[in-house]
């Protein structure tokens, strides 16, 4: 993308000066260019972002949906260096994009769920070789003395003075979205916020930052990626940036209560489609995503995407769905629908919308993903899986 970004910077250098002198033929040259220029800003629009990566367990014991082992992940921390790509701190990302500043070409984000021990034994050393920052999000009732399973205070410490950032992943891991039994909308929300604040006050209690002072932005990450529209009001009234585990790469649109992350574990964590994820960019749309938790009476729920600018090709956009790819309707001349032709599953779910960047070379994609989630048709929730 610095390709673009150069050559889109001279084209606009020799507009400025003036036509006196210049030959018949700069003059048409010139005029031509003026033409195409508004094409050479379809590869603008959309490239100040970043790719946020999600692990969770990094070993070859623990389960296969939540795993990856430590050959892979090794061989994903080198494609990262050899490829050019700059990790940086979550936090620093996030502020960029608050502030609306752009980014490197290629910035990328590491993060961790659950704070499992063989972070500290199989991926720490690794990120550490290499000076890389991370982050980690902590469900702080998992943190006691002489687990075998969860992190120590002292590893996270340990951790935190190479460089990590230590983040909330609520008290309890409890699936936010469930109220209990004879529980009011006003007890839901107030157990929610509980669950956050409080494992944020055991987050500071033990976790002191480096330089003494709070960190510039407080950092949440949802248990199994679920959320809704009412959390995500909580979520903004603490004064959180929260993360789920849908796909996609975040960009200065992105709805800063639930940015997106590429889970990275199982059948997700191939070189290959690694490799892609990591070159993407967020889709230039401006419409911010639709509430997930899906009533019982839209089990095919219409997603429309309004995109930023003129000019786009829509006609490279795909989408797909839990059954392959879906048709795409135009409804207006930067205005998109999609949706599936038969109910999605109970459970979680999510359309994936890409389309190849314009004269990437190799080819990149932007990348934007909507999660579902669809309780059982009775309106009660599913075993997790």
């Not at 996030?94 to 984000?109: C, E, T, Y």
């Not at 916020?193 to 494992?199: G, Y």
């Not at 979680?348 to 909507?370: I, K, L």
């Amino acid at each position: 993308m610095k390709f673009y970004r150069k050559n889109a910077t001279l084209t606009a250098m020799t507009f400025a000066l003036p036509f006196r002198g210049r030959s018949t033929f700069a003059k048409i040259l010139m005029q031509l260019l003026s033409c195409l220029l508004p094409l050479v800003s379809l590869a603008l629009k959309g490239d100040t972002g970043a790719v946020i990566l999600q692990y969770h367990h990094v070993s070859a014991q623990t389960p296969a949906i939540t795993s990856i082992s430590p050959e892979r992940f090794k061989a994903h921390i080198e494609t990262i260096v050899t490829q050019g790509y700059q990790v940086m701190p979550l936090t620093t990302i996030v502020d960029a994009l608050s502030a609306g500043k752009n980014l490197p070409d290629k910035a990328v984000a590491i993060t961790f769920d659950d704070a499992y021990k063989n972070i500290f034994t199989n991926a720490f050393p690794v990120l550490k070789k290499h000076r890389l920052p991370f982050t980690i999000f902590v469900a702080t009732d998992y943190i006691v003395e002489d687990s075998t399973q969860y992190l120590s205070w002292d590893e996270l410490r340990e951790m935190r003075l190479s460089g990590a950032i230590v983040a909330n992943h609520t008290s309890s891991h409890t699936h936010l979205l469930r109220k209990r039994q004879h529980e009011t909308h006003v007890q839901w929300l107030k157990r929610v916020e509980q669950e956050i604040l409080v494992a944020e006050q055991i987050l500071r209690k033990n976790i002191p930052a480096t330089d003494n002072h709070e960190p510039a932005k407080k950092l949440l990450a949802y248990p199994y990626g679920e959320y809704d529209e009412h959390i995500q009001r909580v979520v903004k009234k603490l004064g959180f940036v929260a993360f789920g585990q849908q796909s996609g790469a975040v960009g200065p649109t992105a709805d800063f209560s639930a940015l997106p992350r590429f889970p990275l574990s199982g059948i997700y964590s191939d070189q290959e489609s690694f490799a892609t994820k990591l070159a993407t960019l967020p889709l230039p749309i401006k419409n911010q995503p639709r509430n997930p938790l899906l009533p019982a009476d839209d089990p095919m729920p219409l997603l429309v995407m309004s995109f930023e600018q003129n000019g786009v090709d829509l006609s490279s956009l795909r989408c797909f769905g839990p059954d392959g790819a879906m048709q795409i309707k135009r409804l207006e001349k930067n205005r998109v629908s999609t949706k599936v032709t038969s109910p999605l599953p109970i459970g979680r779910s999510r359309y994936n919308c890409t389309m190849p960047v314009p004269r990437a070379n190799p080819e990149r994609f932007y990348w934007f993903s909507q999660l579902w989630i669809r309780p059982n048709s009775d309106g009660s929730w599913y075993p997790e899986r």
